[in-house]
């Protein structure tokens, strides 16, 4: 098991990088006690649920019970439980001007100076940055960047990061897709609903599908759809994106949104795309 203790100064950027963790498939603990850290180690240990990849951030947020982290990092390696150390840091600066921006007080100088509770915090995590394995910097990284400093890092042979894409069909008369990142609206196309035989029966169904897609406008809106998402997927992972919600719309959610959907989703697996379809309302 990889266990990972995430640590740095306040405002660094942990829990950014906790929620990186999450997204490459760590089981994330944020805020533990340090004086738990041995006990929980052993749980993922033990657990029937095979953890392989843990991450737990550690900082001054336990109060009194950070004193007690040296002496649990101590205990880990008794229990021969192996343990790296992420550190985050950041210049004075940079600190100082993220806690204006939040209007946020520093968490050990509470109703005092900013910069007097980070000397205080660089003081008390000195030695365990001196015990850190990474250390990063996050003073002139965006989000997006630290994410592919995260990435660089953690994943082996340096595989390339991959946006998982969410093709979500959905009907308008029922709402809008609140989550869709770029939505779509199919419904200047024929709509089955007004064929008898097709009324009751989904866009999953192949008289369904060969009626939506033998209209020349629904291929080629499909075409012109593909090549948006293949110019963007790019730009998106630079950026930092892990997942992409493309929402598709009719009506009701039924035939033709459902059909576009499947054949974009289907497209896109093909070209090598982490794809998930998803048909909220196909079963109203």
């Given at each position: 098991?990889e266990f990972l203790v995430?640590t740095?100064m306040s405002?660094a950027?942990k829990?950014?990088?906790m929620?990186?963790?999450?997204?490459?498939g760590?089981?994330?603990m944020?805020?533990?006690?340090p004086?738990?850290?041995?006990k929980?180690?052993?749980?993922?240990y033990?657990s029937?649920?095979?953890?392989e990849?843990?991450a737990v951030?550690?900082d001054?947020r336990?109060?009194?019970?950070?004193?007690?982290?040296?002496k649990?990092?101590d205990?880990l390696?008794?229990?021969?439980?192996?343990?790296?150390?992420?550190f985050l840091d950041?210049?004075d600066?940079v600190?100082?001007?993220?806690y204006?921006?939040l209007?946020?007080p520093h968490?050990?100088?509470p109703?005092?100076?900013i910069i007097?509770?980070?000397n205080?915090e660089?003081?008390?995590l000195?030695?365990?940055?001196?015990?850190?394995y990474?250390?990063i910097d996050?003073?002139?990284l965006t989000?997006g960047?630290?994410k592919e400093?995260?990435?660089?890092?953690?994943?082996?042979?340096?595989e390339?990061?991959?946006l998982s894409?969410?093709?979500?069909?959905?009907?308008?008369k029922?709402g809008m897709?609140?989550d869709?990142?770029l939505?779509?609206d199919?419904?200047?196309?024929?709509?089955?609903?007004y064929?008898?035989?097709?009324?009751?029966?989904?866009?999953?169904n192949?008289?369904v599908k060969?009626?939506?897609f033998?209209w020349?406008q629904?291929?080629?809106?499909?075409?012109k759809?593909?090549?948006?998402?293949e110019?963007?997927?790019?730009?998106y992972?630079?950026?930092g994106k892990?997942?992409?919600?493309?929402?598709?719309g009719c009506?009701?959610g039924?035939?033709?949104s459902v059909?576009?959907?499947?054949?974009?989703?289907?497209?896109?697996?093909a070209?090598?795309h982490?794809t998930?379809?998803?048909h909220?309302d196909?079963?109203?």
């Open positions: 098991m995430i740095g405002g950027g829990s950014q990088a929620k990186v963790m999450e997204d490459m760590y089981y994330c944020d805020n533990l006690p004086q738990l850290l041995p929980f180690a052993e749980l993922c033990e029937k649920k095979t953890m990849k843990v951030v550690v001054i336990g109060g009194e019970f950070f004193n007690s982290l040296f649990s990092l205990d390696a008794d229990k021969g439980i192996g343990y790296k150390i992420l950041a210049s600066n600190l100082i001007k993220r204006k921006e209007r946020r968490p050990l100088t109703e005092g100076s007097d509770g980070i205080q660089r003081m008390m000195q030695e365990l940055k001196d015990r850190a990474y250390i996050t003073s002139k989000i960047m630290l400093e995260i990435y660089k890092i953690f994943l082996e042979g340096g390339k990061r991959r894409v969410s093709i979500t069909s959905f009907g308008f029922n897709l609140m869709g990142d939505i779509f199919v419904r200047f196309l024929p709509n089955p609903y064929i008898p035989e097709l009324k009751e029966i989904s866009g999953i192949e008289d060969n009626y939506v033998k020349p629904t291929n080629i809106f499909i075409s759809v593909v090549d948006m998402l110019f963007l997927i790019p730009y992972i630079d950026e892990t997942q992409l919600v493309v929402g598709i009506t009701g039924f035939h033709r059909a576009i959907s499947n054949k974009i989703g289907d497209i896109l697996m070209n090598g982490r998930i379809i998803n909220r196909i079963k109203r």
